[in-house]
């Protein structure tokens, strides 16, 4: 089945800092989501990109489908951005089942 | 708009005991429903899926079952819990057509068999 890696598996940043999170995923997707947990364990949707870009305030995320991998930049961190990342793919013959890769977790220091 | 509950929040359970989670989505019709269990505070694996009433996939054998006895209404539950059950157990929806919409979670119920 298809594999999806992200890394780095932990990052650790002072608040202010950028930073760019990685998907690699093994084989073609229907879609691709990024999640972000926060230490509560609730589980938010920040993008929904199967492939280009797309921006949210201080969060961006770019899918470049034919290579396989998808980022997820995060500007001017913020302690409320620490928690754990989630990259998520819909494989082409998923039957409705996303992939998930094991995370990043982010801790932003103030 | 549409919101998703789930609940309890919190339990610790005996070995051997029952389980039942109830997860309800308001605002939309017709939603996929979803179990997932988070074991290690990272990656989640999917329990079960739900395209309708009555219509239950299970992704992996296991201990647990689930029902959709209403459209909007998620039930996970375990006749006998087993230690290895404890977990942070997530609830979810998407519009119909499959994964291939956004999906929305629940605030999640952390489970603690004892």
Known sequence: GIQVEQSPPDLILQEGANSTLRCNFSDSVNNLQWFHQNPWGQLINLFYIPSGTKQNGRLSATTVATERYSLLYISSSQTTDSGVYFCAVEARDSNYQLIWGAGTKLIIKP | ?114
């Open chain 2, 1 to 114: 708009s549409q919101t998703i509950h789930q609940w309890p929040a919190t339990l610790v359970q005996p070995v051997g005991s029952p389980l039942s989670l109830e997860c309800t989505v308001e605002g939309t019709s017709n939603p996929n429903l979803y179990w997932y269990r988070q074991a290690a505070g990272r990656g989640l694996q999917l329990l079960f899926y739900s395209v309708g009433i009555g219509q239950i996939s299970s992704e992996v054998p296991q201990n647990l079952s689930a029902s959709r006895p209403q459209d909007r209404q998620f039930i996970l539950s375990s006749k006998k819990l087993l230690l290895s059950d404890s977990g942070f157990y997530l609830c979810a929806w998407s519009r119909q057509g499959g994964a291939g919409n956004t999906i929305y979670f629940g605030e999640g119920s952390w489970l603690t068999v004892v």
